[in-house]
């Protein structure tokens, strides 16, 4: 089946015997390109696809070879990276994959020559996990040592100490927030000033959790701990008779995989409280790529263990709680405050829950022990889309 796919994959492309222009920007890997749908409005730039099953286009040229030859040290598809990159000569390279393992390598072997930014996409309990999964014998090696990134436009100065804590080389750290919600709210034009009344009084937004959760991430048990956080939330909604909507994160993914999200909640989950919950679902909206956030802005309180939406909500002054029952401290919530809420019965989950929803926005903020801004920049009157421009302007 590989050598057929392999084979099916070589007859689809298409071989050009000439250079690829010149351009001033290089976007390295095109996963995720609508999110730079924004940035890239302004500039002459060249998508560089690097991953394999993406790749449409393979450049046949000496020029070419002769690069691939000269770098052949670092691998055959890394040095044809390199070569064409070279070819290109962009005054600078960004990706918004801020966690690749392949745009930190090749940053290490061309960053005195080109500039190197990339976007922070998510938040990055990836460095914790990486040292425990090492630990674990998962991986062979502390891939956290691969990491190497020139210019970081990250969420917070959140970011500045967790990159120093795991020694991860960063030379310039501009926290900027999310260009993810900034598309959000550029693309429907939201005045988050304006008076909300929400439709719902809880979002419950997926994790995206799979049943070999604790084999994974060598855990013990903690995925019966998200399931009862899931159970409670259900319990909660249908006792007190709460507005309810339930966001899946893997909704615009393929069948398998939003299946085996769907299995988790199956699993752990009675069936009539299940069918609630698919009723009472994401999936009975129109798909598009910001119904999460569509969900999330029409509730009074969103509920979550650890996704990136929890700052994001709470950096334009929404109410969001990290629910995280887990006894690893993988995925932990960075500060403290109400909008954190560890292993404990229900009727403590219920309390918390009371809590919040008769609080208002602003009694909430002032709950945590640091600014919201430590953990994710919002700014009205200057987007981050506006601030990243910015600072690739002073490159080009």
């Given amino acids: ?68 030859i000269k770098n052949i040290k670092h691998g055959f598809f ?83 100490d967790d990159y120093k804590k795991f020694n991860i080389p960063v030379k310039n750290f501009y926290p900027v927030g999310s260009l993810k919600l900034a598309n959000y709210l550029k693309l429907k034009n939201i005045n988050l000033e304006k008076n909300v009344k929400y439709k719902y009084d809880i979002c419950l937004v997926s994790d995206s959790m799979v049943l070999h959760f604790d084999k994974r991430f060598g855990t013990n048990n903690d995925i019966d701990k998200m399931g009862k956080f899931f159970q409670y939330t259900i319990k909660y909604v249908r006792e007190n008779n709460k507005n309810f909507i339930c966001a899946f994160a893997k909704i615009n993914s393929s069948k398998k995989i939003l299946e085996n999200e769907l299995l988790f909640f199956k699993t752990y989950l009675k069936k009539d409280d299940y069918e609630f919950l698919l009723k009472n679902s994401t999936l009975n909206f129109t798909k598009h790529n ?3 956030y569509d969900a999330m802005l029409s509730s009074n309180l969103s509920l979550t263990a650890f996704s990136t939406l929890l700052r994001e909500h709470m950096s334009i002054g929404r109410k969001a709680l990290s629910v995280n029952f887990m006894k690893n401290d993988l995925f932990k919530f960075p500060i403290n405050g109400d909008c954190k809420l560890d292993d404990c019965n229900y ?50």
């Fill in 78 to 160: 890394k040095s044809y990276l390199i070569s064409i990159i070279e070819q290109i000569s962009p005054k600078v390279i960004i990706t918004n994959i801020d966690n690749s393992w392949q745009f930190s390598e090749i940053a290490k072997i061309l960053s005195l020559k080109y500039n190197f930014f990339a976007i922070q996409n998510g938040s990055r309990h990836d460095f914790k996990r990486y040292e425990h999964q090492y630990k674990m014998g998962i991986y062979k090696k502390n891939m956290n040592k691969i990491f190497f990134i020139p210019n970081l436009f990250c969420f917070g100065d959140f970011e500045v």
């Fill in 290 to 292: 910001y119904l999460t």
């Fill in 347 to 396: 009727d403590e989950f219920k309390k918390h829950i009371d809590k919040i929803l008769n609080l208002n926005e602003f009694d909430y903020l002032q709950s945590f022990e640091k600014p919201v801004g430590y953990l994710m920049k919002y700014d009205s009157s200057q987007s981050t889309i506006e601030k990243i421009k910015k600072i690739i302007n002073l490159y080009i």
């Fill in 1 to 68: 089946m590989k050598i057929y796919s392999l084979i099916k994959k070589i007859l689809s492309l298409k071989f050009s015997f000439n250079l690829p222009s010149k351009k001033s920007l290089l976007v390295f890997d095109d996963e995720a390109i609508q999110d730079l749908r924004y940035i890239l409005d302004d500039y002459n730039y060249f998508i560089l696809s690097v991953r394999i099953n993406k790749i449409k286009t393979v450049y046949v040229n000496i020029k070419i070879l002769i690069g691939i």
